[in-house]
């Protein structure tokens, strides 16, 4: 059963304790996740309260690890191997030309959400920005900015430089 098809007080129960949660471990936020925001962190799992028996399940990616993505499977490159930054996957970059904002319906917890976004890094800054426009905006999907290809691709370039393939994963 999907976590939307439960009843009323088994989602307002999740909510209330996920709530308590943030309050508890972090005070500073009024989202959760179970990984640590930086400006190397190219993914993150969120949670976010929507309301009195409702919350977001979030998956916020970059566009240059949601381009390299794309780019890999279409090259070849299965799930769970280590990202093989070639110029054919640079190459491919562009195929990605804006930023996303997309529903979930196959979500098992709450309201999924995957935001794709055109930045270095999911730092606690810019996870506090999309998330605050979110909801100051009445929760409707915010509009989302074009992509340059050429930063997606120098992104990339550098991170191979740098050896840094394993912030990257398929």
């Known amino acids: 059963m999907r976590w939307i ?3 009323r007080h088994e989602r307002q129960n999740d909510v209330y304790e996920l709530t308590q949660k943030i309050f508890e471990d972090s005070p500073d ?6 990984d640590q925001d930086g400006p190397d962190q190219q993914i993150m799992n969120i949670l976010l309260p929507a309301g009195e028996d409702i ?11 949601k381009a390299s993505r794309m ?4 090259l070849g490159q299965l799930p769970g191997e280590r990202l093989a930054i070639t110029p054919a996957l640079l190459n491919s970059l562009g195929m990605l030309n804006q930023e996303l904002f997309i529903l979930d319906h196959e979500s098992e917890k709450g ?9 270095k890094g999911l730092t606690h800054a ?3 920005e999309v998330l605050g426009r979110f909801i100051d905006n009445g929760q409707i999907p915010l509009q989302m900015r074009p992509i340059n290809p050429y930063d997606l691709v120098s ?6 430089e740098e050896k840094q393939h394993d912030n990257y994963p398929i």
Do not use: C, H
Request: hydrophobic content about 50%; cysteine-free; proline content about 2%.
């Open 55 to 65: 919350y977001y399940n979030i998956v916020m990616m970059t566009a240059q690890l």
């Open 71 to 74: 780019a890999a499977y279409s």
């Open 111 to 119: 309201i999924g959400l995957e935001i794709v976004l055109n930045v």
């Open 29 to 34: 936020r009024f989202w959760l996740s179970g």
């Open 155 to 160: 992104r990339m370039a550098k991170a191979r």
């Open 5 to 7: 098809e439960k009843p």
């Open 126 to 128: 810019v996870i506090d």
